[in-house]
């Protein structure tokens, strides 16, 4: 029997994807995804497992042996770190001060966990202090917090909390989704007990793959478990036997994907952590500054905005989906819209790692000037782009 009619044969448009992930993929990582496919035990594809082990330590700054990728998006990696550390009954502690803290909260939940909430308005960051009550009431075993909140743009920062943590005797759960790649990650200087990522924000790599890492001491204290983990797919004792020296058949890794984020962690290292956050806070900084000249303002606190994660108020009188929408319909520029409580009233604009580049701002900017003038918007035409372009030259003067 034929299958008619056959779909349309594929053929994507050609975007710029400025939004809050997933972010524009680099050509070598889309060359890298087209080479043949090998078997998952095959001795190139075990080879191309322990580079990638290594470069994910690289990127997390962590010794961990227990650094890997799990084999689906960072919700997953969220899951994993999640399921892994927490039994039923178990006290966590969650930060919540967007989606992702929210999501985190729901997660554990579902695992059985007695969660605690300590709750922020949107935009905000936890001070030490917040953490340190909640430490005192909830007693918990793991607290868990979000590096780079891609809802509200706000840049959580972790050390000092984590040795809080520690002093308490608990485990603390980063979120490092949008964060790696774009700004420092130092896990083990931390103490963080276990991180993870996704490959679609500033890896430059399609959504598929959550790089984690889990500390010796999370290890150890998943080692004695009195229950099972709740899930056979992200059991991290059982994906040890497969990415340890064991390498013991657990599920079909995704074998292209796998090649796709090995070239993108290849990329980062390639230009050097510390290059890479300088550019992503170049290419933020000179954008700031041309929506500042438009009178557009960020949503996070000065000081904690995100280099790859701009979300900032849309401007009174401003059509939110009509500008989002033209932009795409005539630029094949992709930004994101708020999501929960800043839905119609904040965009993102995301420069995540291939993406961070000067090209775009400009690209960007233009293109915005042109809407707003359309919607009856008053500003000084061209004042963006002039004001971005200033922004570069004081970054090369060796102000940043
Ligand atoms: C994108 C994101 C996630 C979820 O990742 P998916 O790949 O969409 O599953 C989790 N946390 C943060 C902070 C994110 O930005």
């Given at each position: 029997m034929s299958y008619t009619p056959l779909p349309p044969a594929l053929n994507p448009p050609v975007r710029t994807l400025l939004g809050p992930g997933p972010s524009d993929t680099h050509p070598r990582v889309l060359a890298a995804?087209?080479?043949?496919?090998?078997?998952h035990l095959d001795p190139y594809y075990l080879q191309l497992m322990d580079g990638m082990q290594q470069m994910l330590r690289a990127v997390f700054q962590t010794q961990n042996r227990m650094t890997f990728a799990v084999s689906a998006t960072g919700s997953a990696g969220m899951e994993?770190?999640?399921v892994n550390v927490i039994e039923p009954g178990d006290p966590m502690v969650v930060c919540v001060n967007g989606v992702f803290g929210g999501r985190m909260a729901d997660v554990a939940a579902r695992a059985g966990a007695n969660v605690t909430k300590i709750e922020l308005a949107w935009g905000e960051v936890f001070a030490p202090a917040d953490v340190k009550d909640a430490l005192a009431k909830a007693k918990p075993k793991v607290v868990g917090i979000v590096l780079a909140e891609t809802?509200?743009?706000?840049?959580?920062p972790i050390e000092e909390i984590a040795a809080l943590v520690r002093d308490a005797g608990a485990m603390l759960v980063v979120d490092a989704v949008t964060a790696l790649g774009g700004l420092p990650v130092e896990m083990d200087r931390w103490g963080v007990d276990v991180i993870y990522s996704g490959s679609q924000k500033c890896l430059s790599c399609p959504p598929g793959l959550a790089p984690i890492s889990f500390s010796d001491r999370a290890?150890?204290?998943i080692l004695a478990r009195k229950s099972k983990v709740q899930s056979w797919y992200l059991d991290v004792t059982m994906l040890a036997q497969y990415w340890g020296s064991d390498r013991v058949y657990h599920h079909t890794a995704p074998i292209n994907m796998t090649y796709g984020?090995?070239?993108a962690l290849r990329l980062v290292l390639e230009e050097g952590l510390e290059n890479c956050f300088v550019r992503h806070r170049r290419n933020h900084l000179a954008l700031k500054a041309g929506l500042a000249a438009l009178g557009i303002g960020y949503t996070a606190q000065e000081g904690h905005q995100l280099p790859?994660?701009?979300?900032v108020r849309v401007p009174e009188g401003v059509d939110d989906a009509k500008v989002r929408g033209e932009l795409l319909s005539?630029?094949?520029?992709?930004?994101g819209g708020g999501l929960g409580a800043f839905k119609g009233k904040v965009w993102r604009i995301g420069l995540m790692g291939y993406g961070s580049r000067p090209a775009n701002v400009l690209l960007f900017l233009s293109a915005l000037e042109q809407l707003l003038a359309e919607q009856g918007y008053k500003f000084e035409h061209g004042?963006?782009?002039?004001?971005?372009n200033a922004a570069y030259s004081r970054g090369k003067n060796g102000e940043s």
């Amino acid at each position: 029997m034929s299958y008619t009619p056959l779909p349309p044969a594929l053929n994507p448009p050609v975007r710029t994807l400025l939004g809050p992930g997933p972010s524009d993929t680099h050509p070598r990582v889309l060359a890298a995804m087209a080479k043949p496919t090998v078997g998952h035990l095959d001795p190139y594809y075990l080879q191309l497992m322990d580079g990638m082990q290594q470069m994910l330590r690289a990127v997390f700054q962590t010794q961990n042996r227990m650094t890997f990728a799990v084999s689906a998006t960072g919700s997953a990696g969220m899951e994993a770190a999640v399921v892994n550390v927490i039994e039923p009954g178990d006290p966590m502690v969650v930060c919540v001060n967007g989606v992702f803290g929210g999501r985190m909260a729901d997660v554990a939940a579902r695992a059985g966990a007695n969660v605690t909430k300590i709750e922020l308005a949107w935009g905000e960051v936890f001070a030490p202090a917040d953490v340190k009550d909640a430490l005192a009431k909830a007693k918990p075993k793991v607290v868990g917090i979000v590096l780079a909140e891609t809802s509200t743009g706000a840049w959580q920062p972790i050390e000092e909390i984590a040795a809080l943590v520690r002093d308490a005797g608990a485990m603390l759960v980063v979120d490092a989704v949008t964060a790696l790649g774009g700004l420092p990650v130092e896990m083990d200087r931390w103490g963080v007990d276990v991180i993870y990522s996704g490959s679609q924000k500033c890896l430059s790599c399609p959504p598929g793959l959550a790089p984690i890492s889990f500390s010796d001491r999370a290890l150890e204290m998943i080692l004695a478990r009195k229950s099972k983990v709740q899930s056979w797919y992200l059991d991290v004792t059982m994906l040890a036997q497969y990415w340890g020296s064991d390498r013991v058949y657990h599920h079909t890794a995704p074998i292209n994907m796998t090649y796709g984020l090995y070239e993108a962690l290849r990329l980062v290292l390639e230009e050097g952590l510390e290059n890479c956050f300088v550019r992503h806070r170049r290419n933020h900084l000179a954008l700031k500054a041309g929506l500042a000249a438009l009178g557009i303002g960020y949503t996070a606190q000065e000081g904690h905005q995100l280099p790859m994660l701009n979300a900032v108020r849309v401007p009174e009188g401003v059509d939110d989906a009509k500008v989002r929408g033209e932009l795409l319909s005539r630029f094949g520029i992709e930004i994101g819209g708020g999501l929960g409580a800043f839905k119609g009233k904040v965009w993102r604009i995301g420069l995540m790692g291939y993406g961070s580049r000067p090209a775009n701002v400009l690209l960007f900017l233009s293109a915005l000037e042109q809407l707003l003038a359309e919607q009856g918007y008053k500003f000084e035409h061209g004042a963006s782009i002039a004001a971005a372009n200033a922004a570069y030259s004081r970054g090369k003067n060796g102000e940043s």
